[in-house]
């Protein structure tokens, strides 16, 4: 091997003659000293993560022995700590515990009124006074309340706490956010109602909703349909599939629901009268027939005219030709009634056919009080036909036209004492 020292053996690979590092062990050594020191950089102890500290009322699920135990804990308004837990075999049933645990957290089932707070009361009293008590809707009304302004404004507050100044911040908080006069109303009717029934179970001493003046507002000004409108209203929907249905209401001022859920069966053809018995609701945007109705009340017997029976007779037997279902109103695919697109497609088409100015389908009950009223019908005669709970309601309603009645009363009996 000649030349410099640098000069590579064509045989044997080595640099630098027999005294020099050859090439292959060149390229092992250098690939040892990477693997130990990844090797190295593997066994350094890792930085220890901080453990993320639950929250109030979160919950965990641990091996407890030979079982699975499922945990709670929670703080009350005093700040004093408070656990529950359930015990189970398999760790997918503790799971099922804690979410139970949750859930009774959230509606203060297992805490003592004095820590239960607002928010947890309100929605123990809705599940269990008010659900299944009263009809859906007052139900779902009910809840919308506590849920958007009731529970964000005082939820947390201490129950037993709760003070009529509270209340009134309440209120008053409601107002600067522009919440609506009968909205505000409405919150104060319900948290009234719900503390009465923590008075009367002995978990508050005094109801502080009682010193908290009711909210008041100016109520809509009713529109009822003039007799002309009636007429054109009528007379335009005699070509419309649910035109119908326009019909029955201005005859009878049933409500919307009661309509759209009233079967073949509820009617008799022969007696010239139907039965209301069931009504059609949307709690939550889900249609559904209840027969809860409104009020107890809303449950009655009315009278038909013949024109209304022979119209009826007219949508029967269109009904056969699509394919009669049980009830007498359905949609175009044979299902329950949406009011929305009722509304849409057939109520707001129907008024600007007549060129009429919107107003609500609820106008129509209006129209219908407004005339037999006018025409002097008693008072409690209308409120039974219109499943009202009273004739106090309806005389507190349409004491505008009772006024007009009374007028014609005295001149009616001014001419017959001459």
């Not at 007696?271 to 945007?285: A, N, T």
């Not at 037999?372 to 005669?381: D, R, S």
Request: with cysteine.
């Amino acid at each position: 091997m000649n030349g410099s020292t640098n000069a590579t053996c064509r045989t044997c690979g080595r640099l630098g003659g027999r005294s020099g590092l050859t090439r292959r062990r060149f390229t092992n050594t250098l690939a040892w000293s990477l693997l130990q020191t990844r090797k190295m950089k593997s066994e350094r102890p890792k930085r220890q993560q901080r453990k993320k500290q639950r929250g109030n009322g979160e919950g965990s699920v641990f091996k407890d022995g030979t079982k699975w135990r499922a945990m709670i804990t929670v703080y009350d308004a005093n700040g004093e700590l408070r656990r529950r837990s359930k015990v189970a075999k398999s760790k997918a049933d503790a799971n099922v515990f804690l979410r139970e645990l949750q859930h009774d957290l959230a509606a203060g089932v297992g805490l003592p009124a004095d820590s239960m707070n607002v928010a947890q009361y309100m929605r123990l009293w809705l599940s269990d006074v008010i659900q299944g008590e009263r009809a859906e809707n007052t139900y779902e009304s009910y809840r919308l309340s506590i849920k958007n302004h009731i529970i964000p404004r005082i939820g947390r507050l201490k129950l037993s706490a709760l003070t009529s100044r509270n209340v009134l911040s309440m209120l008053a908080a409601m107002k600067r956010d522009e919440v609506g006069g009968k909205t505000r109303q409405y919150a104060h009717t319900v948290l009234k109602t719900a503390l009465g029934r923590a008075v009367a179970m002995g978990e508050i001493g005094k109801n502080p909703v009682d010193g908290v003046p009711r909210p008041q507002y100016q109520p809509e000004e009713i529109h009822p349909f003039t007799q002309q409108q009636m007429r054109a209203i009528i007379k335009e929907s005699e070509g419309c599939r649910l035109g119908s249905a326009v019909l029955l209401a201005f005859a009878t001022g049933m409500r919307q629901g009661e309509i759209f859920g009233l079967p073949w069966s509820s009617i008799d053809f022969k007696m010239s009268r139907l039965d209301v018995k069931q009504q059609l609701i949307e709690p939550r945007g889900m249609r559904k027939l209840t027969e809860r109705l409104k009020t107890p009340t809303s449950r009655r017997t009315i009278e038909l005219p013949a024109s209304i029976i022979a119209r009826m007779n007219q949508h029967r037997a269109a009904s056969l030709k699509e394919g009669l279902q049980e009830l007498v109103f359905v949609d175009t695919a044979g299902g329950l009634i949406r009011k929305s697109n009722f509304r849409r497609y057939v109520w707001v088409r129907l008024l600007k056919d007549c060129g009429i100015e919107y107003r609500g389908f609820h106008h129509i009950r209006h129209t219908y009080a407004t005339l037999q009223l006018t025409a002097g019908v008693p008072a409690h005669i209308v409120a039974d036909v219109m499943g009202h709970k009273d004739a106090s309601t309806l005389l507190k309603v349409y004491a505008h036209v009772l006024e007009g009645v009374q007028s014609m009363a005295s001149d009616s009996i001014a001419k017959l004492l001459g």
